[in-house]
Every structure is written in structure tokens, then in C-alpha cells.
Nanobody
Framework: QVQLVESGGGLVQPGGSLRLSCVASGSIFSTHGMGWFRQAPGKEREFVAAISWSGGRPYYADSVKDRFTISRDNVKNTVYLQMNRLTLEYTAVYYC?????????????WGNGTLVTVSS
């Protein structure tokens, strides 16, 4: 059974930073693209950032460019999201995903989300 578990969310003041982590575990043969989406209150889930297996081609939503940095550690099957200069609009539940090849299939797996609240 494959699991993705996010951590690192919480309450942060405007202008502050947080680093989210997401670990994939279970019967994983190989890990491919990984990334993050978010869902703000009353809004649909939207793309935040993605990174390839090599890590050489990160891709960001325009709303987070120059503020967020995505990275990964393939040995640990972990993807990170460094979030800087946060403002109120970044309050959301952040979900990670991973495109995995497992014993049973190849598909996109999702975490349950971690809440980021930006508030003074």
C-alpha cells in the first residue's frame, strides 16, 4: 500500500516562511514527477509547483513564482516546498502528489493535505 504524508504546515505570520515536506512510502518501484496543489477556502484545487525525477525542470504557477521553491530527495522519496514571503492569499490546504510505479499499477497518488494558515 502506498502512502503520501505531508508535514510542515501551520500558522505563520504574513511575510514569514514555511517548508512543507511530503514522503512517499510503500511498495514503490519507481518515482517520477512530484508536486504540489493547494485549495483555498471556497475555491477549487489549483496547481502550485511540480518537479521531474531529475529535479532539473521545476515548474511553478505564476502566483508563486519567486516565492516558492520545489525540490526533492529521490533517496528519501520526498518532495519539499519552501514557501517564503507568505501573504494572506496563500492560506490553503496544500496537497502533494507523486506519479508512482508500484507493484500493482502506475498512477498519481495524493496526500491528505496539510493546512497552511497565514495570519497576523
Amino acid at each position: 500500500q502506498v502512502q503520501l504524508v505531508e508535514s510542515g504546515g501551520g500558522l505563520v505570520q504574513p511575510g514569514g516562511s514555511l517548508r512543507l515536506s511530503c514522503v512517499a512510502s510503500g511498495s514503490i518501484f519507481s518515482t517520477h514527477g512530484m508536486g504540489w496543489f493547494r485549495q483555498a477556502p471556497g475555491k477549487e484545487r489549483e496547481f502550485v509547483a511540480a518537479i521531474s525525477w531529475s529535479g532539473g525542470r521545476p515548474y511553478y504557477a505564476d502566483s508563486v513564482k519567486d516565492r516558492f521553491t520545489i525540490s526533492r530527495d529521490n533517496v528519501k522519496n520526498t518532495v519539499y516546498l519552501q514557501m517564503n514571503r507568505l501573504t494572506l492569499e496563500y492560506t490553503a490546504v496544500y496537497y502533494c502528489y507523486a506519479d508512482l510505479l508500484t507493484r500493482d499499477n502506475g498512477m498519481r497518488y495524493w496526500g491528505n493535505g496539510t493546512l497552511v494558515t497565514v495570519s497576523s
